[in-house]
């Protein structure tokens, strides 16, 4: 390949695969080049096919207005979990390069598969989830650069998903107000985020109802199994070498990882 050439969509995504396998960073000058949010979705899809791990669901992304600002965006954005980076409590997370850090969520798994020709309301989720959870996702990038990348280049990047930890199910989920709940988090003892559940769209309800009707522009849908990690409650914790980080949801347990 030349010096002019650009590597094609494939060949890109390609590599964003072996990055997230490595756990390397690679340059990110052509990531930030996709023209359009359709063309970074085309581009996750192809790393998702190329990643070898077997997916297990999706996160959701700038669920609150102030992140969307950062990324210059007017919308959330969803990205791919896998198997691979799905962890229990208590782990123990490589603090790889382009790390950034945790986001304390609420999460939910599908009990059934999502109807692909109707949008649904809140009512139809009791249904359809088999159980919500409070969550953590670790955030990063799988490219050079310090910060947030851009929008598309995130969306691409598998959606800046690193790792997504579960935790505790939340009893009456469908019978409690979510949003109302406080969240915490703590670094080595120390409190350094908090928030609650209105953070993730006024709801983490409304954030798994804005990724099924999402999906269903893409011709993708969730399906029974699938775990959807809804959007962060606090920011996001920053990433801190050798940190013991506990996340409270009042009422509702902790969850305790930790970066090597």
Known sequence: MSSTEQPNASELARQLATARGDKQLIDGTPFEA??????????????????????IGYKVGATNDAVQKMFGADAPFFGPMFKREHYPPDSTIDLSPGVLGGEAEFAFLCGEDFPTDKTLSTDDLTDL????????????????????????????????NVAFIDGPAVDNWDAIDLAAINVTANTNGAQTNNGTGAAVLGNPLNSLLWLHNALRQHNRNLQRGDWVSTGTCLGVIAAVPGSTVEVEFEGHGQIRYQFS
């Open 34 to 55: 996709i023209a359009t949010l359709t063309d970074a979705y085309n581009m996750q899809l192809m790393a998702i096919d190329q990643y070898d791990s077997q997916r």
């Open 129 to 160: 989830v088999a159980s919500c959870h409070i969550a953590v996702e670790i955030v990063g990038r799988r490219t050079l650069g310090d910060g947030l990348p851009t929008l598309h280049a995130a969306v691409a990047d598998f959606g800046a």
